[in-house]
């Protein structure tokens, strides 16, 4: 029987760059990855880090105006993973399902000139 998806907003498939880290580790490793498809309560991107099903993730992603409605610059966003996929065509890599609970506008001061490079590139 197909699960049937209830989705509020649309969902843009769009190839953005991002950068995400754990947030219940003591450890800040950032991992860069690209999104799949993103819509404003949601992001899905593909990664080969190992992350569980109810994780907190932080991501650092410039939302596109096609998604906002607007140009609303680079957000920092705390998330949890919701669903994982095996991804059949590269093996070891993981499609990874995150529900957008809350943004800031606030970017750590030593990651601006970096995510300005990394968004404008």
Do not use: C, W
Not at 42 to 56: C, D, K, M, N
Request: glycine residues 8%; aromatic residues 8%.
């Amino acid at each position: 029987m197909p699960v049937s998806e209830h989705r509020i907003a649309p969902r843009f498939k769009l190839h953005a760059p991002m950068f995400f880290h754990r947030v219940e580790t003591s450890s800040e490793e950032e991992h860069k990855a690209n999104t799949i498809n993103i819509s404003i309560h949601g992001i899905y991107f593909a990664t080969e880090i190992f992350l569980q099903v109810g994780e907190s993730v932080e991501i650092l992603l410039g939302m596109p105006a096609r998604v906002m409605g607007a140009r609303v610059g680079i957000r920092r966003f705390l998330g949890r993973v919701t669903h994982i996929e095996s991804m059949d065509a590269v093996p070891g890599i993981s499609g990874i399902g995150v529900h957008l609970l809350y943004f800031e506008r606030v970017i750590r001061a030593h990651r601006i000139k970096e995510a300005t490079l990394l968004f404008t590139s």
